[in-house]
């Protein structure tokens, strides 16, 4: 058989030797200066090395086009696959805090309309295929609009439609009765809590609106007691230019709190707008950097683990079992522009006002088409594109550390 190099390799050098990550498959192998020359020179003897590059995925047939071949496989499962009706609901535009990097600035803080349980069940009823669906509670704080949680769950009981959920949160109206009672009656699986810094960084940032609201390590024993309660979740860890130290110093405090909570990662995510804007570069280092500070390096995760399987989509926004709903009812294809009507593709009144294209015939910038991390992005956030930030997933950038410092 004739072999020619995968497209997805991504290679690294690190002193004597070289590393080979397939953004594809998830092989990695190391090779002294002796195998690389091999690799790269493509023998085709059936030998031990040729098999196992070819069985690796470093090597493929030098016939198949193995980036269409995933392309087709990633549009089919988008698809065609049976999964759940994924809704992100926008319990209310009200938040408690103050972030200056909120991408919601401007929007009208009001809470849902109500009435509108009847209304997404409809929805749901109509765009379910699997009796099954997965809410995530969105905001604003999505806490400051408890009541209408009760009353969907309620509705969504009454008409036997099972449903888990997710919450994201600030963490700060969590407490212990809301965590053992509510988090039950709402089935929620996980959650996730911004954290921006150590504490007086984060309570700088955060800026809540009351004096004493969502003080740090009332924030970080919500935490723990949503663990031990089950919950997985997930520390989304914000870093922006003003606060790279503080986010180091940030997670040795919780490597010392949360070492033996198998249930509780860090998710890096760099903040956007013009001011705070990493270059690719100082993002790798600055992963490189956390992983360094870091005790137990699985606890940087991308999503469920270190790294993940070949992308079928890149977010929510190109996933047509997924839709965001927000406070007036409008539906959109992503969460970043809930309350920006001149996005939405329909409302719970007249349902989609446009034929729902997700999945078919994915245009790439070339940029993105052309990256051999194109299976871990495929073609990153759209709207921090559109805004003018770096469209790429943190993963990209936490497997370049982390080969780094193998």
Same mark, same amino acid.
């Not at 209408?148 to 600030?170: A, G, P, V």
């Not at 992005?377 to 559109?386: D, E, I, L, M, S």
């Given at each position: ?117 009847? *209304? ?39 008409? *036997? ?82 606060? *790279? ?59 469920? *683990? ?101």
């Amino acid at each position: 058989m004739r072999y020619k190099k995968s497209e997805f390799n991504y290679i690294q050098r690190n002193g004597d030797y070289y590393l080979i990550y397939n953004t594809l498959y998830n092989s990695l192998a190391r090779l002294c200066e002796d195998e690389f020359n091999r690799y790269n020179k493509l023998a085709d003897s059936e030998d031990e090395f040729s098999s196992l590059m070819a069985q690796n995925g470093f090597w493929v047939d030098s016939l198949v086009d193995e980036k269409s071949k995933y392309l087709a496989f990633a549009e089919a499962y988008t698809l065609y696959a049976p999964r759940p009706l994924s809704i992100t609901l926008t319990t209310t535009l009200k938040c408690n805090a103050r972030c200056s990097y909120c991408y919601e600035k401007g929007v009208r803080h009001t809470d849902i309309k109500e009435g509108s349980e009847d *209304k997404i069940i409809d929805f749901i009823r109509k765009h379910n295929k699997t009796n099954e669906i997965y809410l995530i509670w969105f905001g604003g704080e999505p806490l400051m609009n408890i009541p209408f949680m009760d009353s969907l769950c309620n509705h969504l009981i009454e008409e *036997k439609i099972f449903f888990s959920s997710y919450i994201i949160t600030n963490g700060s109206l969590l407490d212990k009765e809301i965590i053992e009672a509510k988090f039950r009656f709402w089935n929620i699986k996980g959650m996730q809590v911004t954290l921006d810094g150590t504490k007086e960084v984060y309570e700088t940032i955060k800026n809540y609106r009351r004096s004493g609201e969502g003080g740090f390590y009332s924030i970080l024993n919500n935490i723990r007691i949503a663990a031990e309660n089950g919950v997985r979740v997930s520390l989304r860890l914000n870093i922006g230019r003003d606060n *790279k130290d503080s986010i180091l110093e940030l997670l040795k405090e919780l490597d010392h709190v949360f070492y033996r909570y198998d249930n509780i990662v860090f998710y890096p995510a760099f903040v956007t707008g013009e001011k705070e804007i990493l270059s690719e570069e100082e993002r790798v280092d600055f992963i490189r950097d956390m992983l360094l500070n870091m005790k137990n390096i699985n606890k940087l995760t991308a999503s469920t *683990k270190f790294y993940s399987l070949p992308r079928m989509n890149a977010c929510n926004n190109g996933n047509p079992y997924s839709f965001s709903i927000d406070v007036d009812g409008n539906i959109y294809f992503c969460e970043h522009y809930v309350g920006q009507e001149h996005h939405r593709i329909g409302d719970l009144e007249k349902g989609l006002l446009t034929d729902d294209s997700r999945g078919i015939d994915v245009v790439f910038r070339e940029e993105c088409r052309n990256c051999v991390f194109l299976p871990k992005c495929f073609g990153g956030c759209n709207a921090n594109y559109v805004e003018g930030d770096i469209p790429c997933m943190i993963e990209k950038y936490v497997i370049q550390a982390y080969l780094q410092i193998l």
